[in-house]
């Protein structure tokens, strides 16, 4: 199995941006939630209107944990499903498939759009789904360096699982290192 990595750069997350806006407002809706929230790809696709609409927060029940999680919906991202939800009815899937059924995208359609722009954005590490939950949390750390709220915002049992799971690695640790000098 591959283990696939987070965007690290911010200037490549604008050009996948730039990308998927080109392409419809739903790809790009599924990226910029994915890096915004760091919902599981699983938990992304099962959102409905209903489950957004007109809201400040969003609680979902993970699939995969069967915990409650909620979070808040800021800024940008409020403003981009306000209008992206537009004429939609509430029981529609957020992430609708196009083939014409009230269903969502699958999981595949998923990473080959994520795979896609993160190509078009010249990205040659591995990603998947999950790059869009590791991202969030790659620079949720990088802002707040607090890893026991990121461990708690992913469900991670154990700050150490959460560092690796972000890609923050040895050469990392080596690197602040060589900075460090009492």
Known sequence: MKY???IRD???IEEIKTYLKENGSRDLLLFTMGINTGLR???LLKLKVIDVKGKSHVEIKEQKTGKVKR???LGNLQSMIDEYIK???DNDYLFKSRNGSNKPITRVMAYMIINDACRKAQ???NVGTHTLRKTFGYHHYQTFHDVAILQYLLNHSSPSITLRYI???QDNIENTLRQFEL
């Open 4 to 6: 696939v990595q987070p």
């Open 41 to 43: 790809i699983s938990d």
């Open 123 to 125: 990205i040659t590490d």
């Open 10 to 12: 911010k200037n490549k």
């Open 167 to 169: 890609g923050i690695t």
């Open 87 to 89: 004429g939609k009815l």
């Open 71 to 73: 979070f808040p919906l």
